[in-house]
């Protein structure tokens, strides 16, 4: 079997076992609302959970951007790619975050690489949340470090885990990406003191959603921004753009300012980008009536959804997965909430385990009760 067959075979395999992935085209995307050839939909899977993305201002500030620093970066952020646009995102950063510097990247998971490969060596050893998102698993394969996951949320096989590796680096999310939940990060934070451990926290889904200002589930939860080694969070959620930042202490920074290979050997960042990022913090900060809105939805989600007498994990954040467990059954509801206008995406294994197939429903500061009034009653008639 040559190269070709194999690839082929396996894509056989993969829609034989009813997880074959595709990308749907979209044609427009207006917030809380989706549209391509088939039809017009009410969106409940994307991650825009302040809806910013249609925002005028940020759309603005993107033009605005492109004008004058130009779309492209140019170079690597060492050579010519590190613009006045990025100069200003960072500072703006630190300004929210109470940290002393920040590093730019393209991508969430770039910049989780970043965190876990280059922030140990073979002589330490990384301690992961079984939930923990695929970029961080493949940051941890990837490094010298050696890594143990403990169960979800589990503080006593953490503490356990802890005892044996004291001075190990405990990696987890403030929230959830498919669970939705959040982990006891005072409680993670206790522990790791007690053991000398350094805190890694994964941002992405709490970032402008949670804490004051927006700050993240670290802020909400009392923890100070220097409780942690490293803060990783993408702008590709709730700031409604692409890219992500690390953020910590200045000595930590310029560290992996001069070591971390995918920073050093990537074209940095679109400047009209960090631009339009700089005004999205910037709202993000500002307009507290994204969160209040935001949270009356989830709210609103969470009552319907226990009248109905679903079984929706307990998450309080705008990730709210109803789980199915078969995913032929998953994809099927899914198709017949397509034909009644409602885009909701079936999540299969890998992304989450075996047996756990789910329907992740996000929700949107730009969603109306009249929607989630909708998706519930079309999910009681189907399941
Ligand atoms: C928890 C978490 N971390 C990291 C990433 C990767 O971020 P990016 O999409 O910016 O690559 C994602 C999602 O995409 C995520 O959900």
């Known amino acids: 079997m040559d190269r070709l067959q194999r690839f082929a075979q396996q894509i056989l395999e993969r829609k034989a076992a009813g997880l074959y992935r595709?990308?749907?085209?979209?044609?427009?995307?207006?917030?809380?609302?989706?549209?391509?050839?088939?039809?017009?939909?009410?969106?409940f899977s994307g991650n825009d959970y302040l809806g910013l993305a249609t925002e005028p201002q940020l759309i603005?500030?993107?033009?605005?951007?492109?004008?004058?620093?130009?779309?492209?970066?140019?170079?690597?952020?060492?050579?010519?790619?590190?613009?006045?646009?990025?100069?200003?995102?960072?500072?703006?950063?630190?300004?929210?975050?109470?940290?002393?510097?920040?590093?730019?990247?393209?991508?969430?998971?770039?910049?989780?690489?970043?965190?876990?490969?280059?922030?140990?060596?073979?002589?330490?050893?990384?301690?992961?949340?079984k939930l923990c998102h695929a970029s961080l698993i493949d940051a941890a394969l990837h490094a010298d470090a050696g890594y143990k996951?403990?169960?979800?949320q589990d503080l006593a096989a953490l503490d356990m885990l802890l005892q044996r590796y004291p001075s190990a680096l405990v990696v987890t999310e403030g929230v959830f990406s498919m669970d939705g939940d959040s982990p006891d990060l005072p409680a993670v934070s206790a522990l790791c003191?007690?053991?000398?451990?350094?805190?890694?926290?994964?941002?992405?889904?709490?970032?402008?959603?949670?804490?004051?200002?927006g700050r993240g589930s670290w802020d909400a939860q009392?923890?100070?921004s220097g409780d942690m080694l490293c803060l990783m969070a993408n702008f590709g959620k709730a700031l409604a753009g692409q890219g992500?930042?690390?953020?910590?202490?200045?000595?930590?920074i310029d560290y992996l300012r001069q070591f971390?290979?995918?920073?050093?050997?990537?074209?940095?960042?679109?400047?009209?980008?960090?631009?339009a990022m700089k005004i999205s913090v910037e709202l993000s900060r500002s307009q507290g009536w994204?969160?209040?809105?935001?949270?009356?939805?989830?709210?609103?989600?969470?009552?319907?959804?226990?009248?109905?007498?679903?079984?929706?994990?307990?998450?309080?954040?705008?990730?709210?997965p109803l789980i199915i467990g078969d995913s032929d059954k998953a994809m099927l509801i899914s198709a017949s909430l397509k034909k009644q206008g409602i885009w909701l995406s079936a999540i299969r294994p890998p992304t989450v385990p075996q047996g756990s197939a789910r329907l992740r429903i996000t929700l949107s500061a730009l969603h109306q009760s009249d929607d989630i009034r909708f998706l519930v009653q079309k999910l009681e008639q189907l399941i």
Request: proline content about 3%.
């Open 22 to 43: 595709q990308h749907p085209a979209i044609d427009s995307y207006q917030g809380r609302l989706l549209q391509n050839k088939q039809g017009a939909y009410l969106n």
């Open 222 to 224: 009392g923890l100070q």
């Open 149 to 152: 996951r403990f169960p979800h």
């Open 60 to 129: 603005k500030a993107l033009a605005e951007g492109a004008e004058r620093f130009g779309v492209g970066s140019s170079g690597s952020p060492l050579v010519t790619g590190f613009h006045y646009a990025h100069r200003a995102l960072s500072d703006e950063l630190c300004d929210w975050l109470g940290v002393d510097d920040v590093l730019l990247f393209s991508s969430g998971f770039a910049a989780n690489q970043v965190m876990l490969q280059h922030l140990t060596d073979k002589t330490d050893q990384l301690l992961l949340d």
């Open 290 to 320: 994204r969160r209040d809105k935001l949270n009356d939805n989830i709210q609103l989600f969470k009552t319907l959804a226990a009248d109905a007498g679903f079984t929706v994990l307990p998450s309080n954040t705008a990730i709210q």
């Open 260 to 275: 971390a290979r995918h920073y050093i050997y990537s074209t940095a960042l679109s400047p009209a980008l960090c631009w």
């Open 193 to 213: 003191k007690k053991n000398k451990a350094d805190l890694l926290l994964d941002d992405a889904h709490a970032l402008g959603v949670l804490g004051a200002e």
């Open 244 to 252: 992500a930042f690390l953020a910590g202490s200045a000595t930590m």
